[in-house]
């Protein structure tokens, strides 16, 4: 390889180094004393191979790349471009408030101690009273909401 294709090379490397580091790997360090250590290496490395007006240059482009990207990151409508500006709008459904003491519905599925009851309709998460064990399709009576929580026993019992 020639000197100005491995300082090419060093550059671009150093470049894709720190863009790495300020956007991908932040906060750990790896990549941008990679990226550093490649954009002085191209300096030193032009220095001793094309002479000192290559390496006057070739440390000009770096010192001017470093600062171009600093700048360039530190503004910030960069970060504004890159953030996420959706909103979660969604909310929990409250199903204890439509359900009152002494509702009669069906479990629709076992309740071991939680389970689904239907209620005239409404589809709701309950726990047994007892802890006991409730087969589907047994008719059940709400005794008691505490902390949101529907608490049935069997209408039988």
Known sequence: MTPTLIIISLIFFGVIALLAEFLIFTGIGISGILGLASLIYSSVYAFQNLGAKAGTIVTAIDVLIIIVMLVFMLKE?????????????????????????????????????????????????????DGKLIDPETEVEVVAIENNQILVKPVNN
Do not use: Y
């Open 77 to 129: 409508k960069t970060w504004k471009r890159l953030e996420l500006k959706d909103e979660i709008r969604a909310s929990v459904q409250n199903d204890s408030q439509k359900v009152s003491l002494g509702q009669k519905g069906h479990s629709l599925t076992r309740l071991a101690p939680r389970g689904t009851v239907r209620f005239e309709g409404l589809s709701c998460e309950v726990c047994s009273a």
